[in-house]
């Protein structure tokens, strides 16, 4: 069984000394047996990627960008490229998360050359989807999931897949308290791993699926055990140590 996969995304929080002292906590609270079913892989802002990356050093976690440009180099004011992630130690990049879809106005197209472009360069991917609550209540939840991946998945090959997560992320419940029912949450992550296996011709074994959306301490293990849910994408709740780390814990069981 493929191990699951804890991402702690703490957006734009934490200066270096904060972000080194909550990565050293972790670090030191989190043994190697923690870690034999689970993959942790923390997103810290760009500021902290460095600082961040030599503190788990050696230690199996990963490093991971919250955002990356889909070119090389040139006169992109503000933006950062692949290689210069690859350069800082990053392995994996969130694309598509909601936020810059929302409030930076991320289009699907813009997200696919974004995607295409980390995979060529060999950053693997943590790709968010998800319907707002109009979306929901109008009961299309599941078409609005299915352009997203239509369009963002666009021109990528089935053997890429194996560098690519799907998080479902339903944007009503991120940051909001309220979690999708671990039922519901399920279901929606067996569609997406079936229209992903029919779209690529491929397993559905293959298709990894993470669920985000207030995850915390005392909802994780109604979470993790839905046969569907491969791992977790964890925001307000991974800045606070014993939180993650009891969430690290309950995802291994
Ligand atoms: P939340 O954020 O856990 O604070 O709801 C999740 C996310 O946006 O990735």
Same mark, same amino acid.
């Given at each position: 069984m493929p191990k699951r996969v804890v991402i702690a995304n703490w957006k734009m929080n934490l200066l270096r000394a904060e972000a080194v002292e909550l990565t050293s906590g972790i670090v030191s609270n989190i043994s190697a047996r923690d870690l034999e079913n689970v993959n942790v892989i923390i997103a810290p802002p760009y500021t902290c990627l460095e600082a961040v990356g030599s503190t788990i050093n050696n230690t199996g976690i990963e490093l991971c960008a919250q955002n990356v440009f889909w070119e090389d180099s040139g006169a992109y004011t503000g933006e950062i490229s692949a290689d210069m992630l690859l350069d800082l130690g990053c392995s994996w990049v969130i694309i598509g998360h909601s936020e810059r879809r929302n409030i930076?106005?991320? #289009?699907n197209s813009m997200i696919n050359d974004k995607i295409l472009f980390s995979l060529k360069k060999g950053l693997r991917v943590i790709f968010c989807i998800g319907e707002r609550i109009e979306e929901k209540t109008r009961g299309r939840t599941l078409s609005v999931i299915k352009k997203q991946i239509e369009i963002g998945l666009?021109?990528?090959? #089935?053997?890429?897949?194996?560098n690519l997560i799907f998080a479902y992320e339903p944007v009503w419940a991120i940051g909001s308290g309220i979690t999708a029912e671990p039922q519901d949450a399920d279901s929606v992550h067996l569609s997406i791993k079936q229209f992903v296996s029919d779209r690529f011709n491929c397993n559905t074994e293959k298709i990894r699926v993470m669920y985000g959306g207030s995850v915390k301490s005392g909802n994780i293990d109604s979470l993790i055990k839905e046969p569907n849910i491969d791992g977790v994408l964890v925001g307000g709740a991974s800045l606070d140590k014993e939180s993650l780390i009891r969430i690290i814990r309950s995802s291994g069981v």
């Open positions: 930076l106005g991320e #289009t666009n021109g990528v090959k #089935t053997a890429q897949l194996d």
